[in-house]
């Protein structure tokens, strides 16, 4: 079956403008990860949700940063007014639930550039 | 807070010698452990657990609470394996929605 997909793949954009990052899960998975990995860096979580629902947003870096999940299903990660330490690859990732032992499933991840 | 270590961001071994790649956590209760493996122009996937207590590939990683450590190793390298990996680390069964804490990755080059 398909696996979890993300568009854009590559999204360059400038500063100050806003940009809607979006996810598709594995179909049945209910929970569902967002992670930032800026250049030669690991990855740093950003927000989990399960269902619909987001338990976990800690690691959101501003109020800039949002994101919603609708139906069990996609998610959209939003950044308003982005700034240059935005630039990264925000990768999602869906498991079958948020058991700890669970594997995470990744997508390609969004390319994001702020000029 | 949790927080996961590799020491080495490029390791450079040539076919059919054994490889380790290091992997030191902290924190404070019992943490389940993963090496996660990205190949090139591929999305990152997962290699092993150690729940799972199993060898992928020929790579094996032992937990080892007492030194904080879940070292990936393999006796002998292909060209294959030759990749960025990332060890990661999640809080454990004493809680649930467990986010990934991610190592800064180690890339191994097996040369011919």
């Known amino acids: 079956g398909a696996g979890v997909s993300q568009s854009p793949s590559n999204k360059v954009t400038e500063k100050g403008k806003d940009v809607e990052l979006r996810c598709d899960p594995i179909?049945?998975?209910?929970?569902l990860y967002w992670y930032r990995q800026r250049l030669g860096q690991g990855l740093e979580f950003l927000i989990y949700?399960?269902?619909?629902?987001?338990?976990?947003k800690s690691g959101l870096p501003s109020d800039r940063f949002s994101a919603e999940r609708t139906g069990e299903s996609v998610s959209t990660l939003t950044i308003q007014r982005t700034q240059q330490e935005d630039s990264a690859v925000y990768l999602c990732?869906?498991?079958?639930?948020?058991?700890?032992?669970?594997?995470?499933?990744f997508g390609p991840g969004t390319r994001l550039t702020v000029l | 807070a949790q927080r996961v270590t590799q020491p080495e961001k490029l390791l450079s071994v040539f076919k059919g010698a054994p490889v380790e790649l290091k992997c030191n956590y902290s924190y404070s209760g019992s943490p389940e452990l993963f090496w996660y493996v990205q190949y090139s122009r591929q999305r990152l996937q997962l290699l092993l657990r150690h729940i799972s207590r199993e060898s992928i590939k020929g790579f094996t990683a032992d937990l080892n609470k007492g030194e904080t450590s879940f070292h990936l190793k393999k006796p002998f390298a292909q060209e294959e394996d030759s990749a960025m990996y990332y060890c990661a680390l999640s809080k454990g069964r004493e809680t649930s929605g467990s986010r990934l804490t991610f190592g800064e990755g180690t890339q191994l080059t097996v040369n011919p």
């Open positions: 949700f399960q269902g619909n629902s987001a338990p976990d």
């Open positions: 990732a869906s498991s079958p639930s948020g058991a700890s032992y669970n594997e995470q499933f």
């Open positions: 179909s049945g998975h209910t929970a």
